[in-house]
Every structure is written in C-alpha cells, then in structure tokens.
C-alpha cells in the first residue's frame, strides 16, 4: 500500500501540534455546552431555537476540538515518523447521492419536528460538505485497480490523508477567519471612497431610474443599502475570500508540485465553502433545503478558485518566471467567476420577487421562459464550468500551455466548445436582463 512521509519541517509540525492543543482545550467546553441539548429535547423542545443552537454548538465544537485533534495528531505522527495513508474520495455519483437523500431525510425530520433540535444538525453539517466535496471527488484523478496502479503507481501521484484533512480543517479555521477580518475591514476603506462618489451620481442615477419606473423602484435600487449589499456580496466578498482561503497551505507550497498545491488549495476552498454553506441555510433555516440546493449547483467554484489562486502562490514562492503575473492571472479568474456566481444568486433572489420591486409575480415570462429560471439556468451553467475546469487542473491539463500542462482531448475545450458556451451563456443571460429591462419600464 502507498504511504506518504512529510516533507514540511519539523518547526512548522510542532507549531501546528501546539495549535492543535490549543484548539482542543477550547473546544472543550463546546462539547459540555452540546449536551446541554439533550434535556432540551427530552423537555419537548423542538423549535427553530433548539435547532440554531444545535447547529452552532456542534459547528463551534467541531471548528475547535474536531479541527483541534485533526492538527495535533497529525502532526504527532509526522513527527514520529509515521507515515500516512493516500486520500482516495468515494464515487462522485456515491456523495451525490447520499447527499439528496440527507436533505430529504432533514425536510422530513423538520417536518414533522420530530426531536429536529437533535438528529438536523449533523445531518445539516454533514449535507453542507458534501457538494465541496463531490467536486474534490470530480477534480482529483481517481484510484486505478490494483494491478494498474502497481504497474504505473510513478504516473498516479496521490495526496496524502495527513495533507488533505489539514487543508479542508485550516480552510475552515483559518481561511474563514481572515476572510472574515478582510470583509470587515475592506468595506471600511471602499467604502469611505465609493460614497463619496455616490453623492455626486446617486441623484442622476435616480433621476434616470425614476423616469423608467416608478418612486419606489428608484429609490430601493439607487439606496446606499442596495449599493452596500451589491459591492459586498458581489466585489468585497469575492476579493476577500479568493485571497483568504488558500494561505493556509502557504507554508508547505514551495515543496510541492502544481497539481499538489491545486489539490490542497482546493480542499483548503472545500472547507471553507463547507462552512459557508451552513451559514448559509441556518440564515434562511424556512427554506434551508432549497439554499442548499441551489448552493450544491456551485459546489465547484471554491475550490476551483483556491487551487488557482495557491498555484500562484507556489509559483511566487519558487520564484518561476512571471510568477506575479501569472497570480494576479489566477485571482482575477478566481474573483471573475466567484463574482458572477454571487451577482447571479442576487439576481435570483431580485427577479424571483424581491422586495425592492414590491408586489411582483415570483416568475415573469420571457418568450414563455421565467426569468428566476434563466439566472438559475446561468448558475447551472457556471458550476457545471467550474467542474469541468478544475478536473482539467486537478488532472495537470491546465487550459494555458504556458502553465507547463499539455493538452488533452477530453479537458481541453474545442473552439465548437467555447462557441456552444458562449451561446448558452446567451440564451441564460439575455432573457434575464429582459426581464430586468421590463420590470423598470412597467
């Protein structure tokens, strides 16, 4: 059987065992606090309040002590020498799978409230990481038989569990910190310069609008709260994230290869988006299944972008030629595609009856098409995208030839590939504007 040995040093290994015990004598106390659950739910309490506790509490416990005994045995065993084992994913169909039948069986436990406060938040946490990692699963090459992999095992290089659990950990730990830090403090700074440019257009700007539409319409969607909601989500929220998630593997990428630091850049993305999403269905906890859904659809874009953005940061740090220009080349992908996907998921949720617009039908018809639809239609198009190019990278078949990859077949787009994209991206996004077009002039 393959095993891997660490080639961090030893200096880093002790650090991240101390942190690990520091996590742990943290975490603790979360889990006393996590039995406090039980008499709640044998006292008959089965409300959204014994819900949001349950999920927090395990979600702290698991971010401190689960995160905590990850890093420090790990880092024990490194440090004694012991080897770890390839990380092999199950079937990407398989997680799929067990993915739709947990949110069934969550809507039905909700439902019928049946001790939801005990049994929905594992079921929540562990339904939030499965579509980051079913794209892990899609991008990472896949083990051969037996036989196979001992004839060509120099072809099939593997990630090891060690490497690959402290990624996905410190995505979720350290990653979510910093972007957190960089959300707070970015709108701090932007903003201070974009309102001032505000005062200066906001009146044209909703001297235009109020001539198309009406008073109400105008003012919701020329407001400071619009403006802040649409630079956060949509420009702050991307730079933050993309730059945030794959530092955690900065102290290990210069030893790596470029498929390795992708793969581990993109577990570090898989934590994060795996948090995220919780965070996600606990703020809309009515329709929790359906923001999981839809969420599920983009479960390959945080990966994606942290496995270009570390390749980058290798790159830098191993001093290649272009190295600057080639990570601001990955970033400015990573941030395109995570932008596009969060303008999108607001739009959504703008054309499907949004309250800026009031009273509105949730569909309106475009050519016999609802708008909400073709956005959603959009988003399908993006995540299947972001699959599709990460499996090119997971695989070393990066789409630039100057990226030292060569161009396979089965990865690479055609020129009738990219032409049919562009037309789907069309028949998605011309209908939606549309609709955005004649929402302001009714």
Known sequence: MQTFTSAAPDGLKRLIRILGLILIIIGVPLILNLLCILPLVAMGGGGSEVVYFGVISLTLALLTLGAGLAAFLHAHHSLRGKPSKPLRFPSTFLL????IFLVWLGVSIVSAETAAGLFFPPLLLAA?????LWAMAWM??????????????????????RRGLLAFAGGATVGVFIAIVLEILLPLTVFALIFDLVKQVSAQMEAVVRALSNGDVAEALTSRGFIYLFVQIAVIAPLAEEFAKPLVILPIARRLSRRETFWLGALAGAGFAALENVIYAMSGFTIWAGILAV??????????????VAQGWRDVLCGEKDAGKNWWKRFGIAVAVHAAWNGGSLLVITLGGARFFGDLPPEIDILGISAAGTVLAFLLI?????LWIGRAYGHDKPFLPAEGGEAETGLVPSERAIALWAVACLLAIVPAGIAGLKLWLR
Do not use: C, N, T, Y
């Not at 969420?295 to 270009?308: C, K, N, S, T």
């Open 140 to 161: 990472m090459p896949q083990a051969k038989p037996s036989a196979e992999r001992e004839a060509g095992a120099a072809d099939q290089p593997s990630l090891s569990w």
């Open 128 to 132: 939030a990481a499965l579509p980051p």
């Open 295 to 308: 969420r599920a659809i983009g479960g390959g874009l945080h990966p994606l972008g942290a496995g270009l």
């Open 96 to 99: 799929v799978g067990i993915f």
């Open 382 to 386: 993006l995540g299947l995208a972001a």
